[in-house]
């Protein structure tokens, strides 16, 4: 139990396209998700909470107008870069924990999804 | 600000060896500690998580303690294995962060590597 999906694991755009990336729970729902980022050979840094149903939280120095976050439901949260640059080549993760039961508070992860810009 | 330090960065053994990997925090006030597994170009799988009223747990071959007033956890591996190979990341939920409480901040993994 408690598995995350994330959706595209790698996606190549030219520069100045949008991208989403979306973040399931599958077998479980999720009030609050979370996104990170991850640069090669570093760790994960958290870049903004994901709420259902209100506007998410962004981490200090993550502009929330390029990296849109979108909660619509309990098991569902996007991601989207906009008008990339190849500085937001990265590794994007999102996390979710139980909103309920017996791993509440315990945050499971996606697979990840590597974003190249050219 | 809590940090988060994981000791050694790299470390390489030969199969069968038991080996400790360690994570330190510089603010004790955490809910809980959880640990990570990352193979390249994944996501992360969840080993282990203590809470901070616990003082370790078991999982197979994988034993996680926490001594939440020195700020130091210990992952330890019995009989590695070379499918054990991974970047092992521990992360902290902190109490004094703000907003939401299900943030964790990560440590910076040690990469270990399982010679077969």
């Known amino acids: 139990g408690a598995v995350v999906s994330q959706h595209p694991s790698r996606v190549i755009c030219k520069s100045g396209t949008s991208v989403k990336i979306e973040c399931r729970s599958l077998?479980?729902?999720?009030?609050?998700m979370f996104w990170y980022r991850q640069f090669p050979k570093q760790s994960l840094m958290l870049m903004a909470t994901s709420n259902e149903g209100s506007k998410a939280t962004y981490e200090q120095g993550v502009e929330k107008d390029k990296f849109l976050i979108n909660h619509a439901s309990l098991t569902l949260s996007t991601l989207t870069v906009t008008s990339a640059h190849p500085e937001d080549s990265s590794f994007y993760i999102c996390?979710?924990?139980?909103?309920?039961?017996?791993?509440?508070?315990?945050?499971?992860f996606g697979e990840g999804s590597r974003l190249t810009v050219l | 600000k809590q940090e988060v330090t994981q000791i050694p960065a790299a470390l390489s053994v030969p199969e069968g060896e038991n080996l400790v990997l360690n994570c330190s925090f510089t603010d004790s006030a955490i809910y809980n500690l959880q640990w990570f597994r990352q193979d390249p170009g994944k996501g992360l799988t969840s080993l282990l998580l203590?809470?901070?009223?616990?003082r370790e747990q078991t999982s197979g071959r994988l034993n996680a303690s926490l001594d939440k007033s020195s700020g130091r956890s210990t992952l330890y591996i019995a009989a590695s294995q070379p499918g054990d190979s991974a970047t092992y990341l521990c992360a902290v939920r902190p109490m004094n962060y703000g907003g939401a409480t299900n943030k964790l901040i990560f440590g910076t993994g040690t990469l270990l590597a399982v010679q077969p």
């Open positions: 203590i809470q901070s009223s616990q």
């Open positions: 077998d479980f729902q999720a009030t609050t």
């Open positions: 996390s979710a924990t139980p909103a309920r039961g017996r791993k509440t508070g315990e945050l499971f």
